[in-house]
């Protein structure tokens, strides 16, 4: 069974921090990029950063460079997602994502979703 099972979310001031969480399945980790995502309320999803299989190489989207900071534990497979400097403007579910591939940005290439977990960031 392939499962993403995120956690962490919640609500939180602007300014504040929260730290994401997403747990998987052996199968759903291997040697495979994991990804973050977002959707608000009536817009399309949003490709947030990825993380490349060994962890050595990280991507982000312009919104979220420099606040926001991906990792992982293979040992655990869990991909975690730092969130700093909070804004309202990032209230969102946020899901995970595994790729079929070491590293990518393509949102194509990620075949495995979470079910999402609820950030709100209040003003």
């Known amino acids: 069974q392939v499962q993403l099972v995120e956690s962490g979310g919640g609500l939180v001031q602007a300014g504040g921090s929260l730290r994401l969480s997403c747990a998987a399945s052996?199968?759903?980790?291997?040697?495979?990029?994991m990804g973050w995502f977002r959707q608000a309320p009536g817009k399309e999803r949003e490709f947030v950063g990825a993380i490349s299989w060994g962890g050595g190489t990280t991507y982000y989207e312009d919104s979220v460079k420099g606040r926001f900071t991906i990792s992982r534990d293979n040992a655990k497979i869990t991909v975690y997602l730092q969130m700093n400097s909070l804004k309202p403007e990032d209230t969102a579910v946020y899901y995970c994502a595994a790729a079929n591939r070491p590293f990518t940005i393509a949102v194509r290439d990620y075949d495995y979703w979470g079910q999402g977990t609820q950030v709100t960031v209040s003003s």
């Open positions: 052996e199968r759903a980790f291997g040697s495979r990029a």
